[in-house]
């Protein structure tokens, strides 16, 4: 079966560039979910979108923006990194099932350096 | 305090023992339960979901929900050394939509 797919798999940046992370969901999957995991924690949620309008905002930083687009791939752009931005980010989709559950991508490894 | 609390561990069992994880919430909004399975620098994936109080089983593994007493378990029985890895619950509110708030993860190993 389809996999949530998240490009790229790694990334390593130096301190105030910028990132952009992509996310491409499961066939009709309509939500995306981001969430970041730092080092020996648990995700955190950052931000998500349904039917290409943001639908919840967690702990995301003023210097990111993420946008779903009609294909419903999103994108979490990430500007003047910091060394605390170093993390696995990660993508989960789900369907339009009322009691569908998120199913999450293998992550993309941020290193700022 | 954190809305979900969960022993990180490392909980480290002999190969077919039957492991019991759990995780305890404070939110009653919560109405819908996950496990996930997370290997080493790979994503979560979905073990068990559900969103009613009692056990649901799949295979090896029971999921049990205790709305009552905010209180959440995972059983793998005949545990294997695959299963090592760590376990995170996750939970959200109701309509199934909203961001999932995770337990911090127990890290399991089975040894042979």
């Known amino acids: 079966a389809a996999g949530v797919i998240q490009s790229p798999r790694h990334l390593i940046k130096e301190k105030r560039e910028t990132a952009t992370l992509k996310c491409y969901p499961i066939?009709?999957?309509?939500?995306v979910y981001w969430y970041q995991q730092g080092p020996g924690q648990d995700p955190q949620f950052l931000i998500s979108?349904?039917?290409?309008?943001?639908?919840d905002k967690g702990s995301i930083p003023d210097r990111f923006s993420a946008q779903q687009f009609s294909d419903y791939h999103s994108e979490l752009n990430m500007s003047s990194l910091e060394l605390g931005d170093s993390a696995l980010y990660f993508c989960?989709?789900?369907?339009?099932?009322?009691?569908?559950?998120?199913?999450f991508g293998p992550g993309t490894r941020l290193t700022v350096l | 305090q954190k809305e979900v609390e969960q022993d990180p561990g490392p909980l480290s069992v002999p190969e077919g023992a039957i492991v019991s994880l759990n995780c305890t919430y404070s939110?009653?909004?919560?109405?819908?339960f996950m496990w996930y399975r997370q290997y080493s620098r790979k994503g979560p994936e979905l073990l068990m979901y559900?969103?009613?109080?009692g056990n649901k089983e799949d295979g090896r593994f029971t999921a049990q929900v205790d709305k009552s007493s905010k209180y959440i378990s995972l059983f793998i029985r005949d545990s294997q050394p695959s299963d090592s890895a760590t376990y995170l619950c996750?939970?959200?509110?109701?309509?199934?939509?909203?961001?999932?708030?995770f337990g911090t993860g127990t890290q399991l190993k089975v040894e042979l």
């Open positions: 989960a989709s789900r369907g339009g099932g009322l009691k569908d559950t998120q199913y």
């Open positions: 066939p009709r999957h309509d939500t």
């Open positions: 979108f349904y039917e290409k309008m943001q639908s």
């Open positions: 939110n009653s909004a919560f109405q819908y």
């Open positions: 559900t969103y009613s109080s």
């Open positions: 996750a939970m959200n509110a109701a309509g199934g939509g909203n961001k999932l708030t």
